[in-house]
């Protein structure tokens, strides 16, 4: 099977499963238990944190453990709402656990604004700039787009909404960037980074929120007190220890130019008439358009091939239509026989190349039926 839905969730690796099994089998003790092996896994937690500062660049900050990226987005927003005739604003680019926590504040009452996104993918900052007053809370980003992989330029975005108005909170999900994209966080001014541990060869249901300044949070989720009271609830030790694992085998420069190079060579190896790239700058996310092809009709038929893809954010796999494409400006043809592909420093070059002949041929014996 050859793999090319890394967006969607990412294969562990066998060190972090490993990490896992001895946090889970072994040095299970609960961290807010008050013995002396307790106190040693709360330490070596606190080496994470500071593990995971680095690797973000972060020189100060604090980093809250969560059950991944959907908490997180969640803890970030609603976490940092205080009452008071506040406005916030989002992008249509959100991933639905941003975009949908977006419309739970208009139904709760809040002056929310959405900026549309340019034809490129990327974020309409005039609009977004245009939109900003004394009254903004929070500006939601995101820096990698999960579906079309468009990198929006968080540090030129966050400075100049800051130099607008210094009190407005910057959260950005940057759950398709961090450990995929070279970035240094103390160069961006932002308050919050979300960030998910399945997407970087981690396991699931971990994830991480950075804050800049813990006073600017408030607790989502009440018991028993643990992140120092902003996250409550037994913290996943296994998973926390596992993704450190992810996080330290990790070298984002070499696989980016690797993951650069094993794109370019798809790219070119499904260049033919009807097919049409609709890629952003990210290495591991490309969308393709396949004319006169459904979208989904042509990626169930590829898993019979043995060639998974995906058809854009797993999350919103369900839903008819697509937000992202569709504020794009894309056609509906484009958007109905689009399928995305992404992929991982795991995917071999010979793969790649097998995957883009089968999927041109698969593409082509369907185009042949339905015309």
Do not use: W
Request: contains cysteine.
């Amino acid at each position: 099977m050859i793999y090319l839905d890394n967006a969607a969730t990412t294969k562990m690796y066998e060190e972090c499963a490993d990490i896992y099994k001895e946090y889970a089998c072994n040095s299970f003790y609960n961290p807010s238990a008050e013995y002396r092996v307790s106190l040693d896994i709360v330490k070596k937690m606190q080496n994470v944190r500071e593990n995971l500062l680095r690797k973000l660049g972060a020189s100060k900050g604090e980093i809250i453990f969560t059950g991944g990226a959907t908490e997180s987005n969640n803890l970030a927003i609603m976490g940092s709402k205080r009452n008071g005739n506040y406005e916030y604003i989002f992008s249509e680019g959100a991933h639905a656990s941003v975009y949908n926590v977006a419309k739970e504040l208009i139904q709760r009452g809040n002056n929310v604004h959405f900026v549309n996104l340019l034809p490129n993918g990327q974020i309409d900052c005039d609009k977004l700039y245009s939109l900003i007053n004394e009254k903004t809370r929070l500006v939601s980003l995101i820096h990698v787009n999960n579906e079309t992989g468009i990198i929006n330029d968080i540090k030129q975005i966050s400075t100049l909404i800051k130099q607008k108005c210094k009190n407005i909170l910057v959260h950005v999900d940057g759950v398709q960037a961090f450990c995929k994209i070279p970035f240094t966080l103390d160069n961006y001014d932002l308050d919050f980074y979300t960030i998910s541990a399945h997407k970087f060869h981690g396991p699931k249901g971990v994830g991480a929120l950075y804050v800049k300044s813990i006073n600017t949070l408030k607790p989502i989720i009440y018991g028993g007190g643990q992140e120092n009271g902003y996250r409550s609830g037994t913290e996943n030790v296994g998973g926390i220890m596992a993704m450190n694992k992810a996080v330290e085998m990790i070298d984002v420069e070499s696989n980016y130019k690797y993951v650069a190079m094993l794109k370019n060579e798809f790219i070119a190896s499904i260049n033919a008439n009807g097919v049409n790239i609709i890629s952003g700058d990210s290495p591991y996310i490309l969308s393709v358009s396949f004319a006169g092809v459904n979208g989904e009709t042509l990626m169930r038929s590829l898993q019979d091939y043995g060639v998974l893809v995906g058809k854009g954010s797993a999350c919103s796999s369900k839903k008819s239509g697509n937000r992202v494409l569709e504020s794009m400006g894309l056609s509906k043809e484009n958007i109905k026989t689009r399928i995305r592909i992404s992929f991982s420093e795991m995917n071999t070059l010979e793969e790649i190349k097998t995957a883009g002949k089968v999927i041109l041929e698969v593409y082509n014996n369907l185009k042949e039926k339905v015309s």
